[in-house]
């Protein structure tokens, strides 16, 4: 076994997978088998005092070293037929062919569209399918696709087993592209592949990660994605304000009565007449002091809507929630309400209807409304995410930040919002939806082959308002000559497998290059070269953050520190850590201790810094900025 509990290669994990979903009195007969059964020549019978105690894990790991890969799924194949679970040994036979026919059949394809080829070759080398001089050989070649061509030269020798090594380390190593390209083709190839990529596709098409585009466009999610299919008109409005900090407002105008969708909101409106409907996002919060009551939670967008009286027939509210279950539907159905604010009061209206992605609300009164569910339910129901990725320009080098969020379009905007306080930054156009829904209070972890920092690598996926500032994961890269994947999985618990991808794409330098109209605003952006000496642009190229770059006027002019303090608690100060701090007999003493807890700190630390300072010592830094 590997460090952590993971299982060390392809066919061993394979195996694993086999072993672990038998009842625990049939493993105990497989192990009684196993101990009979006479191997071929050459290997020896595996003793049942050997096996006694062993998990599937761990038994998984004992076939593969004591048979060798090949002969270890024919004994498990022969045992398992033995024992009468005939359908699994056909379930694992099936898999190992899912990889033999892929391989086969896509090798012009992958030959030409391959990337990370250095991993995959090295890879090969730890699964044992390739020797070090054949890893030599190959890695001589000068381009990606000479080298994908000299790998498959020695493909046709190859046993089934081998094959299926190339197609669990090309699907973990080009996962963006193999989703892409895969889907139908290994629908038709066997069933096998969905336990694979568990409940990546419906069972007609697997979903493709990459095949939607940008953000605000309708949810993708295997189990729902086809049960609002309503007919409805898309119109798309006109959209004045969200510059200088207005708030963006749209304008729909309905030719006629009819059933319409905004394109920008997902809103849906059924009208009685020709009209004009404006809407905007909201907050509860501007409306409520206090929010919603803790009892019930955001499930969606807020919105403040005017129209004429009587035009609309019926609203329909967008929410992020996953209902494609029966207990899930049940459960959400008898405890979702749409909450209105009336006079600053918060009323709540049962909906009419509740839809697969929407709340249906007839003959609506409009205030500030959104869907709203008790919190208590909320652990138990799956939603509907997205994952943002925003790239930092002023940041060091490649600076990205990853957004995990609720389909939610307001909180998309608060995000969108948020980067542009923080300076300049846009969002990657990739495609953001995951391809299952997730669950709040449990861990995705952000990985990637390459050399990328990712820092946190895990996110709690936690429910923020749309008012809060939300979590972000930092990735940090000195460059994309070689691309980069990011992948989105659950985080697996200790001796636990890997869970399958939730969200992958692949960057690739042209990706992250600005927009051209973002790039000339940036050029002409005065904050970038008014007020400020050549020495802090020099500062900034080099990928300083302000509180960096003027660490020693800060240390030594701020001389109120304990509310900079009180706003860090918590969010960038251990307890300890700030407790330290106070215990500092000058001003000066105490922003060098903060100062010297700066290194484990990423951009968000220093953002929250800067908008501690900006809140207690706003006049002092308007000063540094002049110099």
């Not at 295997?222 to 119109?235: H, I, L, N, P």
Request: charged share 25%; net charge negative.
């Amino acid at each position: 076994m590997a460090s952590g509990g993971s299982i060390e290669n392809a066919v061993t994990r394979l195996l694993w997978n086999t072993l672990k979903v038998l009842e625990e009195h049939d493993f105990q007969k497989f192990k009684r088998e196993l101990s009979k059964i006479q191997p071929k020549e050459g290997y020896e019978r595996i003793e049942l005092e050997s096996v006694a105690g062993l998990s599937p894990a761990a038994l998984a790991t004992l076939l593969y070293s004591h048979y060798g890969r090949s002969h270890c799924v024919e004994v498990t194949v022969e045992v398992l037929r033995a024992i009468g679970q005939v359908q699994q040994a056909e379930h694992l036979l099936d898999m190992l062919q899912t990889g033999e026919r892929f391989v086969e059949k896509n090798k012009e394809f992958l030959t030409q569209q391959a990337y990370n080829v250095e991993r995959i070759i090295e890879e090969l080398l730890q699964e044992g399918v390739l020797s070090s001089t054949q890893r030599d050989s190959i890695m001589a070649e000068s381009t990606n696709q000479k080298r994908m061509q000299k790998l498959y030269e020695l493909v046709p020798v190859w046993d089934a087993t081998a094959k299926y090594c190339l197609y669990n380390v090309l699907r973990r190593n080009t996962l963006s592209l193999f989703l892409q390209y895969a889907g139908d083709e290994l629908t038709l190839y066997s069933s096998a592949f969905e336990s694979w990529i568990v409940n990546l596709g419906s069972e007609d098409k697997p979903f493709d990660v990459e095949s939607s585009s940008g953000t605000g466009s309708s949810p993708k999610c295997m189990a729902c994605s086809s049960q609002e299919e309503d007919g409805a008109e898309e119109v798309k409005p006109e959209i004045t304000g969200g510059k200088d900090g207005k708030k963006e407002i749209y304008r729909a105008h309905f030719p006629r009565s009819g059933f319409f969708r905004c394109t920008e909101t997902d809103l849906k409106f059924l009208v009685r007449m020709a009209t004009t409907i404006e809407y905007e996002y909201s907050f509860w919060e501007s409306h409520l002091p206090a929010g919603i009551p803790s009892e019930w939670m955001e499930a969606g967008p807020v919105f403040d809507i005017r129209a004429e009286p009587r035009a609309v027939e019926a609203i329909h509210l967008p929410h992020f929630l996953c209902l494609s279950g029966t207990a899930e539907r049940k459960l959400s159905v008898s405890e979702m309400c749409i909450g209105h604010v009336v006079d600053g009061n918060l009323y709540l209206e049962k909906p009419d209807a509740v839809r697969p992605f929407h709340a249906v609300l007839r003959n609506p009164s409009f205030s500030p409304m959104g869907v709203i569910l008790l919190s208590a339910s909320f652990p138990f129901i799956p939603v509907h995410c997205l994952v943002l990725l925003y790239r930092v320009i002023r940041a060091a080098d490649i600076t990205l930040h990853l957004y995990l969020i609720p389909n939610n379009h307001g909180l998309e905007k608060a995000v969108e919002k948020d980067e542009k306080r923080r300076g300049h930054s846009f969002l990657v156009d990739k495609p953001p939806h995951t391809s299952r829904p997730l669950k709040f209070n449990t861990r995705y972890r952000v990985s990637s082959p390459s050399e990328a920092e990712i820092n946190p690598q895990e996110l709690k996926f936690i429910y923020l308002t749309s008012d809060s500032r939300q979590l972000y994961t930092e990735i940090y890269s000195k460059d994309l000559q070689e691309g980069m994947q990011l992948t989105l999985t659950k985080a697996s618990q200790e001796g636990k497998m890997e869970h399958s991808p939730l969200w992958a794409t692949f960057l690739r330098a042209g990706d992250i290059k600005p927009p051209v109209a973002f790039s000339t605003s940036l050029c002409s952006d005065p904050s970038l070269t008014e007020h400020q000496p050549s020495s802090s642009l020099q500062a900034q190229h080099k990928g300083l953050h302000f509180v960096e770059q003027h660490r020693e006027q800060l240390i030594q002019r701020v001389t109120s520190v304990s509310p900079v303090l009180d706003q860090l608690y918590g969010h960038v100060l251990t307890n300890e850590q700030y407790q330290s701090i106070r215990g500092m007999p000058t001003p000066q003493e105490q922003m060098r201790l903060l100062y010297s807890f700066m290194p484990s700190w990423d951009v968000a630390c220093k953002d929250l810094f800067l908008d501690a300072l900006k809140k207690t010592n706003n006049h002092l830094l308007q000063d540094l900025q002049g110099q």
